[in-house]
């Protein structure tokens, strides 16, 4: 998008404008996820900078709230906690999400439009809802306050984002490739993990993903639905939050940001390959 | 089936016709079964683990079995009782009153009417507790006696209230709701002016909504237009200003936005440092409106900008050429030309972060202060602080007919099939 030669000097000015104003937009947008860094190796337990950091004398920063992150029993028990909530109702939400997204995406099937609104649901109903009606329900099943509640919870809240984008997948998915298959032997079992499973497969995983992180991140439904002995690592946030804010929290901030690098390139990688596969490959 | 392969040549002959037919539709109901059961476990784990929650949730609303349940002999003796006709109840109903509240106090169980009861009327409740502690050493005849330990029980008004809210269910958690109130002659009006609370709250939560929706809007329109036009390479690495902020977590985000703009904050410091502000003059853009809208406006703009970038991507950029070719000003050109092509993009991407911001409740709660606390926060009060877990309901099931309102307008606008792909 250059600037055409026959810009007139208001014109060449609101181009630059625009691109300064969109040049802060993206200030906006990524200093916040930057300023926690430095601010995470703080020797104070202040949220801010202190004179020391700006003249960056070494002394100022330390390792001090890394070291109490990782001394730290709660935090450790809060990241088991939430690894194993997220790992299980992850891989549930990639089964019960791919299976559906299979029938979803057969023209046989009646009522789906009914169908898919009810399995995203989760996605539009705001979390502080469910999160009441979960209370209430989970309470009176008596699985509140376990794992089995929260993973359950976290499970239905991952479905829709495999539904979605497995879905999204099997569109332009071919299935004279089945066909194919079976006019050559294959029984449809066989057929289904050759053909159609690696074709799907990256769909399947950015939904994972996606499933991942909402476990990973919820809090709303955990708060209201998961006991003292349950504790997530955003619930630890939030309570840390809350209560005393020391700069724990932005070291645990700094690490998942480098978690959410590492997530956001995994996606990244998985819908180039998936878009090469289809033979759409960007230029 | 097989044998049913139509001979090139020959007709069918009516009987084959109908075998014919009836093996078609045996076909194509077994492929909807398969369907079928390819998304029933899906389909019942959400309808068990999600669906029936709300469900039972939004009954709660109207759910009143707390005054028929504890109180059952005063609620069969009020039966028979006129509340329009201006005479207490008779002494049969005081004595299945003093027999209710003996078996409550020995059960535990008239605290949760005495509640109940409580808010509808203030006072209610120690009218209850307070005589149910006397009840086991009266004797009959019982009207004067209770009349003599409160003379609440001679206010016909109270008698009013147990009878109405006897009844196995109630609207009165939606009129709580709607800052309206019951009188005890049984007529619905508006509480006084400095009563109300909920109409407020939720006026505010959608015109802060609607303020960060018009804000990520502003913010994210040129944003997308940018990378929309700008060569694929470049585009992909701004990409990741974006979508890093999109999968960071909403703790993270908030958590660095305090920090941000705290007292003692980057910002603040920043504008101290260059003079802007005085030390002792510092702004305060958090715990109040201002932080929940910036902090906000900020974790929900990801949702904005991928919608409006993805429509903006097949808008072709010589359209623009071919309307400034043929004469018109950029001004001109933008607003009759690209405009118009990117409002599936505005409309989609409005929709989104409408959504999603009129139900938030993590970040008003930390950041927000006083002002800026959301429908959400009620919720959360009423569920974890005063327990009113019907009022709670009430609020959700506005909250999420709004919600679900704007989401069947926006399904109806874009058609079913482009439902909310975050990509």
């Given at each position: 998008m250059a600037?055409?030669s026959?810009?007139?000097?208001?014109?060449?000015?609101?181009?630059?404008?625009?691109r300064?104003f969109?040049?802060?937009?993206f200030?906006?947008?990524?200093s916040?996820l930057l300023?926690?860094?430095?601010?995470?190796?703080?020797?104070?337990?202040?949220?801010?900078?202190?004179e020391?950091?700006?003249?960056l004398?070494?002394?100022?920063?330390s390792l001090?709230?890394?070291?109490?992150?990782?001394g730290?029993?709660?935090?450790?028990?809060?990241i088991?906690?939430?690894f194993i909530?997220?790992?299980c109702?992850?891989i549930?939400s990639?089964?019960?999400?791919t299976?559906?997204?299979?029938g979803l995406?057969?023209?046989?099937?009646?009522?789906?439009?009914?169908i898919m609104?009810?399995?995203?649901?989760?996605m539009?109903?705001p979390l502080?809802i469910?999160?009441?009606?979960m209370?209430?329900?989970?309470?009176?099943?008596?699985?509140?306050?376990s794992?089995?509640?929260?993973?359950l919870?976290?499970?239905?809240?991952?479905?829709?984002?495999?539904?979605?984008?497995?879905?999204?997948?099997?569109?332009?998915?071919d299935?004279?490739?089945?066909?194919?298959?079976?006019?050559?032997?294959?029984?449809?079992?066989y057929?289904?993990?050759?053909?159609?499973?690696?074709?799907?497969?990256?769909g399947?995983?950015?939904?994972?993903?996606?499933?991942?992180m909402?476990?990973v991140?919820?809090?709303?439904?955990?708060?209201?639905?998961?006991?003292?002995?349950?504790?997530?690592?955003?619930?630890?946030?939030?309570?840390g939050?809350?209560?005393?804010i020391s700069p724990?929290?932005?070291a645990?901030a700094?690490l998942?940001?480098?978690?959410?690098?590492?997530?956001?390139?995994?996606?990244?990688?998985?819908?180039?390959r998936?878009?090469?596969?289809r033979?759409?490959?960007?230029? | 089936?097989?044998?049913?392969?139509?001979?090139?040549k020959?007709q069918l002959?009516?009987?084959?016709?109908?075998r014919?037919?009836?093996?078609?539709?045996?076909?194509?109901?077994?492929?909807?079964?398969?369907?079928l059961?390819?998304?029933a476990?899906?389909?019942?784990?959400?309808?068990v683990?999600?669906?029936?929650?709300?469900?039972?949730?939004?009954?709660?609303?109207?759910d009143?079995?707390?005054v028929?349940?504890?109180?059952p002999?005063t609620?069969?003796?009020?039966?028979?009782?006129?509340?329009?006709?201006?005479?207490?109840?008779?002494?049969?109903?005081y004595?299945?009153?003093?027999?209710?509240?003996?078996v409550?106090?020995?059960?535990h169980?008239i605290?949760?009417?005495?509640?109940?009861?409580?808010?509808e009327?203030?006072?209610m409740?120690?009218?209850l507790?307070?005589?149910?502690?006397?009840?086991?050493?009266?004797?009959?005849?019982?009207?004067?006696?209770?009349?003599?330990?409160?003379?609440?029980w001679?206010?016909i008004d109270?008698?009013?209230v147990?009878?109405?809210?006897?009844s196995?269910?109630?609207a009165?958690y939606?009129?709580?709701?709607?800052d309206?109130?019951?009188?005890?002659?049984?007529?619905?009006r508006?509480?006084?002016?400095?009563?109300?609370?909920?109409l407020?709250?939720?006026?505010?939560?959608?015109w802060?909504?609607l303020?960060?929706t018009?804000?990520?809007?502003?913010?994210?329109?040129?944003?997308s237009?940018?990378l929309a036009?700008?060569?694929?390479?470049?585009?992909?690495t701004?990409?990741?200003?974006?979508l890093?902020p999109?999968?960071t977590?909403?703790?993270?985000r908030?958590s660095?936005?305090i920090a941000?703009?705290?007292?003692?904050?980057?910002?603040?410091?920043?504008?101290v440092?260059?003079?802007?502000?005085?030390?002792?003059n510092?702004?305060?853009?958090i715990?109040?409106a201002?932080?929940?809208?910036?902090?906000?406006?900020?974790?929900?703009?990801?949702?904005?900008?991928?919608?409006?970038?993805?429509?903006?991507?097949t808008?072709?950029?010589?359209y623009?050429?071919?309307?400034?070719?043929?004469?018109a000003t950029?001004?001109?050109?933008?607003v009759k030309?690209?405009?118009?092509?990117?409002?599936?993009g505005i409309?989609?991407?409005?929709?989104?972060?409408?959504?999603?911001?009129?139900?938030?409740?993590i970040?008003p709660?930390?950041v927000?202060g006083?002002?800026?606390?959301?429908?959400?926060?009620?919720?959360?009060?009423h569920m974890q602080?005063?327990?009113?877990?019907?009022?709670a309901a009430?609020?959700?099931v506005?909250?999420?007919a709004?919600?679900?309102?704007?989401?069947?307008l926006?399904?109806?606008?874009?058609?079913?099939?482009?439902?909310?792909s975050?990509r």
């Open positions: 600037l055409p026959y810009a007139g000097p208001l014109e060449t000015f609101w181009y630059y404008a625009f300064v969109c040049g802060m937009v200030i906006f947008l990524i916040p300023i926690i860094i430095p601010l995470s190796f703080n020797v104070e337990p202040y949220f801010s900078f202190t020391g950091m700006l003249a004398d070494p002394d100022a920063y001090r709230w890394y070291q109490e992150f990782f730290s029993e709660r935090w450790m028990n809060a088991q906690n939430t909530v997220a790992v109702s992850t549930l990639m089964i019960l999400g299976l559906a997204a299979l995406s057969r023209s046989e099937l009646p009522f789906k439009g009914m609104g009810f399995l995203i649901s989760p539009i109903v502080i469910s999160a009441a009606g209370f209430f329900f989970y309470s009176s099943m008596g699985i509140s306050q794992y089995l509640g929260l993973i919870a976290h499970t239905a809240l991952g479905t829709p984002f495999v539904v979605i984008t497995v879905t999204a997948t099997l569109s332009g998915f299935y004279n490739l089945v066909r194919a298959a079976a006019s050559l032997g294959a029984t449809p079992t057929a289904f993990f050759k053909i159609t499973v690696p074709l799907i497969l990256t399947v995983i950015s939904g994972g993903l996606f499933a991942l909402t476990s991140d919820e809090v709303v439904v955990a708060i209201f639905i998961a006991g003292a002995e349950q504790r997530t690592v955003p619930m630890q946030m939030w309570a939050i809350r209560e005393q724990t929290i932005l645990v700094t998942l940001v480098c978690m959410s690098i590492l997530l956001l390139s995994t996606v990244e990688y998985l819908r180039r998936s878009e090469t596969i033979g759409i490959t960007p230029h | 089936m097989m044998a049913n392969t139509v001979e090139a020959g002959t009516p009987d084959e016709q109908k014919l037919t009836a093996d078609m539709h045996r076909s194509l109901r077994r492929k909807k079964i398969r369907a059961l390819l998304v476990p899906l389909l019942i784990f959400i309808l683990t999600f669906v029936s929650p709300i469900a039972t949730m939004l009954f709660r609303s109207i009143n079995p707390q028929s349940e504890y109180m002999n609620t069969a003796a009020l039966a028979r009782w006129d509340a329009d006709s201006n005479e207490l109840p008779d002494e049969a109903t004595a299945a009153l003093v027999t209710d509240l003996k409550g106090r020995e059960n169980t605290g949760k009417a005495a509640t109940r009861l409580n808010y009327k203030s006072q409740r120690s009218l507790t307070g005589t149910a502690r006397k009840a086991g050493r009266l004797e009959p005849p019982f009207k004067e006696q209770l009349i003599k330990i409160n003379d609440g001679g206010d109270n008698w009013r147990i009878k109405r809210e006897s196995p269910y109630t009165s939606y009129i709580a709701a709607f309206m109130e019951t009188t005890p002659a049984g007529e619905i508006m509480l006084p002016e400095q009563q109300r609370v909920y407020q709250m939720l006026w505010r939560t959608v802060m909504s303020l960060i018009a804000l990520t809007l502003l913010l994210g329109y040129p944003v237009y940018l036009s700008l060569p694929m390479g470049i585009a992909n701004l990409m990741i200003l974006v890093l999109f999968w977590s909403l703790l993270v908030t660095s936005w941000m703009l705290q007292g003692q904050g980057v910002i603040n410091d920043i504008l440092w260059f003079g802007l502000v005085s030390d002792d510092r702004l305060s853009m715990y109040n201002t932080g929940t809208v910036i902090t906000m406006t900020h974790i929900l703009l990801p949702f904005m900008i991928l919608p409006l970038y993805s429509v903006m991507k808008i072709p950029p010589s623009m050429r071919a309307a400034r070719s043929l004469g950029p001004f001109t050109a933008f030309v690209y405009l118009p092509q990117s409002v599936p409309s989609a991407g409005a929709i989104l972060v409408f959504i999603l911001a009129i139900g938030y409740y970040t709660a930390l927000g006083q002002t800026g606390q959301f429908i959400g926060n009620m919720i959360a009060y602080s005063s327990l009113n877990w019907g009022l009430a609020l959700g506005v909250l999420l709004l919600v679900l309102g704007i989401y069947a926006y399904s109806r606008l874009l058609g079913s099939n482009n439902q909310m975050l």
